[in-house]
């Protein structure tokens, strides 16, 4: 028998023969290369024939064993190498037999730029490739929002970029509602911006106190000068960052830096709460579902959970948790190698930081019971949809579609998708409208086009043998002429078995009266307060919100067009020069062309150029 005919155990304990003595990942796959699971090994051949053998195995281990149609292998160094690499490819291949974090983004910082003579400040996500000092994470962009306008206010730092910096005449608005010093027009010597740019730094470190004791002496320096203006606005930034120290500050002598982890399990589900402290201020927390088995134990879910979610964000130097991980001192020694620091993970008995992983606990408990309720209420729902519409089973994912426009122009399509975990916002997508022979306005055409597109590429990836994301439903904002468009194209790509349904608004937009529209079945409506009509009318006005939303970025993004950027031979160094000699687009616009080509890089032809652009 050869190794390609062999799955299961056998297959498992034929790749024993070949295994080292040595740390290492292994990999299992089931038919059409699908990843069943992801693991790590102190010893690969030690490890992995307690598969064949049938060790320890759940009914879930041996549902997993018994599908396993072939495995990878990677040896390493150490264990810990080998923990940093299961980490990765769980995130990459997402196996269905892992414990799994889910809904994984990035989070949001503070930087301070540093690659300007009067640094900005400004909210940042992603890799740290701008010179500068970062301050984060922060649970949420709300909380860095908050944060941002409260340094605004108390150390008056411009967040305009350098663009606008350079080429600013007189002070702006912010400068006007005091949340900016105006460095820009020279307002504020440079010097003494930049010791204003020190003090926030210094309050983002979490040095509050020294910073608040030097305002408060200046304040009353200029108090006994009677400068008496000066000491008011010294004030006002005084209150300012009194709040939010009081505001985040919460027993600052328990923690200077550190992540707190608390998880409860419940039903075969489970919660995460993490929470942010950094330089003694808290910065914040959020829930995290991981998928899970219920027959995972607590430990397994917390350190699968801890290694994941530190794989691609900064590592605290504390960890905090209400259950110890099964492997906390292997993920301590995994954290080192990758900071090149101590990394500690403590379960806290008593005192402040017990008291902030038991707050965090409480978080967890209360979010996860949020969280099965609404999935009750959710399953209802879908099987009312099934139940109503027709539909071959319970919907698992429903798409929703709308366009918005202003009288045609900067048209776009949004798409939201739902099911039994309620708006999968990761899975939303808005398309540009770009069909050039559509009447302005016409919504049918516009539709079509979105579906056409969406749809066309979900075919093209079935028949490649893919299996791309597949909707049981497709609900649209419209009667029976929307659904007849959509229909049209849906048979065209040969996917005319997937359910399509209209919903058009009652007379004079009532809500409540809308009138729903589907193949074969007159229309019908609901009633006026039933659970479902309330359902069906939410996700409408999400994929209308959506809709919106794109239209007015891609219509803001159109007045932000520079006529500059059309020019052949203006690339940024020569637009910012002739910005800044001419003020504006518009005031290049009128300039002739022996003005032009006294500005530094514009040749005499690139000057005819412009100058006959902007005369067309």
Known sequence: MTSESLFGAALIADEVKRLPDRPGVYRMFGEDGEALYVGKARSLKKRVIQYAQGRFHTNRIGHMVAATRSMEFTTTRTEADALLLEINLIKQLTPRFNVLLRDDKSFPEIIIRRDHAAPQIAKHRG?????????????????????????QKAFLLRSCSDGVYDTRSRPCMLHQIKRCSAPCTGLISIADYNALVTEASLFLKGKSRLVLKRMSDEMQAASDDLEFERAARLRDRIRALSSVALESQIVTDAVEEADIFALHADGGQACVQVFFF?????WGNRAYFPRVDKTDTDAEIMT?????FYDDKPIARQILVNVMPDEADLLAEAFALKTGRKVEILQPKRG???DLVQHALTNAREALGRKMAESSAQSKLLTLVSDTFGLEGVPERIEVYDNSHIQGTNAVG???????EGFQKSQYRKFNIKGTDLTPGDDFGMMKEVLHRRFSRLAKDEQAGETPPRPDMILIDGGAGQLAAVREVMADLGLDDIAVAGVAKGPDRDAGLERFFIEDKPPFMLEPKSPLLYYLQRLRDEAHRFAIGAHRSRRTMEMRKNPLDEIEGVGPGRKKALLHAFGSAKGVGRAAVEDLVKVDGVSEALAQRIHDFFRR
Do not use: E, W
């Open 127 to 151: 890799s740290h490739a701008i010179k500068g000092d970062y301050f984060g994470p922060f649970a949420s962009a709300g909380a860095v929002n908050s944060t941002l306008n409260t340094l």
């Open 278 to 282: 950094r330089a003694g201020q808290n």
């Open 304 to 308: 699968a959970f801890i290694g994941q």
């Open 352 to 354: 402040g930081k017990c």
């Open 414 to 420: 949004g798409m939201i998708v739902a099911g039994p």
